[in-house]
């Protein structure tokens, strides 16, 4: 008997591991081309930044210790900060993908380049994560963390 339910269990793990893997990789697929189109339109002040995000997004801008909450406040403040742009460019630094179910995680480091409208340009460094739920087969933002590196590090 012991030995049917070790075959049965290794059967199971190794249809598991066929069946689900391509699955969980072309989700991981999914949510890296859309962060990376994320990423293409707010270095473009493209308004198809905020498809992306969710209508009851959470979000923790660099320069900021409180939470703007949802998409038309996000949308808001983002664009303020377009406005008083020539140029941005965000940079992720060794991007990390990870996908639990419908659940979707981005995180690693940036820079960010920014040049002030009659300004010099400047450059920050950071972290982020950025974390999405898959609704309607789309990946759409429910959260996101940016935080300038502490100096020294």
């Not at 990376?36 to 198809?48: G, I």
């Not at 997004?57 to 900021?64: A, F, I, K, Q």
């Not at 981005?106 to 739920?133: E, I, N, Q, S």
Request: aromatic content about 14%; proline content about 5%.
């Amino acid at each position: 008997m012991f030995t049917g339910l070790r075959a049965f269990l290794v059967c199971m793990v190794t249809f598991g591991v066929f069946i689900s893997a391509p699955v969980l990789a072309g989700d991981v697929d999914d949510l890296k081309a859309t962060f990376e189109k994320a990423v293409m339109a707010y270095n473009s002040h493209d308004d198809a930044f905020f498809g992306a995000v969710h209508d009851t997004t959470v979000y923790y801008p660099p320069t900021s210790p409180f939470a703007i909450k949802g998409k038309a406040a996000q949308q808001k403040s983002v664009k303020g900060v377009w406005a008083a742009m020539e140029s941005t460019a965000f940079e992720p630094i060794n991007a990390q993908f990870l996908v639990s179910g419908s659940t979707g995680v981005v995180w690693g480091h940036y820079a960010l380049a920014m040049k002030l409208k009659d300004g010099p340009m400047r450059t920050a460094f950071g972290r982020f994560t950025v974390t999405c739920a898959k609704t309607d087969g789309k990946w759409l933002v429910v959260s996101s963390h940016y935080s300038a590196v502490p100096s020294g590090n």
